[in-house]
C-alpha cells in the first residue's frame, strides 16, 4: 500500500510538471493590487498587460497549424494540447507495461500481435512527447525547475507506473477501495468545504483586517484630535495661573 500510493504521486506531480510548465497564464499573471507597488512599477504592469494581451491574441486559432507550428508563446489551445497529450501519456504508458508485464512470453516467442503491440506503443510514446516538446514553454523562472522537461517527466511517469503494474492483484484491490472511499468523501465534502471553492473568505478576511485598521485609526486619530482639544482649553487656565503668582 505505501509503495503504490508513493508511486502513483510521484506520477501525478510528474504528470502536473509537464502540464503547468506549458500553462500560458502563469507567467503573466497579474499580482494583487498594491498602490505602493503600482506607484513603483507603471511601466512594468503596461508591459504585463500588453504581453498578455498578445497571448491572448496569439491563442484564438487552432489547426494543424498550431500543432506542427506553434507560436512563441504558450496558449490556451497550446496548454490544452498538452494536458490532453499528457493524459494519453498516461495510458500508452499504462499499456505498455501490462504488455511487457503480462505478454512476456509472447514477447518472448516473438508472437506478430505482441510485436506489433509494442512498437505501436513505442512508436506514438515518442510521437506525443516530441509533438510536447515541440509546444512553447511558460518562461517564467522559479527557485527550482525541472531539467530536460518533457523528456524526465515522462521516463518518470514511465517508470512508476511500470513499478505499479508489477504489484500483486491484492494490493490493487486494497487501493481501489480506499481510492474509492477517499473519492467519496471528497465529492461529497471536500470539494465544497475546500478554500479553493470559497476564494470571498480571503477577500473577507483582508476586508475585515482593513476595517479593523481603518476603525483604529480612526479611533486614534479622534483621540488625538480631543487631547488637543482639552489641551488647548486648559491653556488659558495655567497662563492665568502663573500671572497671579508672578
Known sequence: MMSI??????????ACVLI???QPGLSYEQPKYAPEKEALEPCASAESESTSQVTMLQGQGFGL????????LPTK???SLVSFLVVFLAFLVLGLSILTTYGVQALAALEAWSLALLLLFVLLFFVVIL???RQ???QHKVAFMVPFV?????????????????LSEVTWIRFSIWMALGFLIYFTYGIRHSLESNPRDEDDDEDSYSDTVNAATEEKSAF???????????????LSEKTSEC
Open 150 to 166: 518533457p523528456f524526465l517527466p515522462a521516463v518518470s511517469i514511465l517508470v512508476n507506473i511500470y513499478l505499479m503494474v508489477q
Open 136 to 138: 512553447p514553454q511558460n
Open 5 to 14: 500510493g508513493t508511486l502513483l504521486a510521484y506520477s501525478l506531480v510528474a
Open 77 to 79: 489551445q497550446s496548454a
Open 20 to 22: 503547468l510548465r506549458y
Open 224 to 238: 488625538q484630535a480631543h487631547d488637543h482639544h482639552q489641551r488647548n482649553l486648559s491653556l488659558p487656565f495655567i
Open 65 to 72: 497549424s498550431a500543432l506542427f507550428s506553434p507560436s512563441a
Open 131 to 133: 509533438t510536447i516538446w
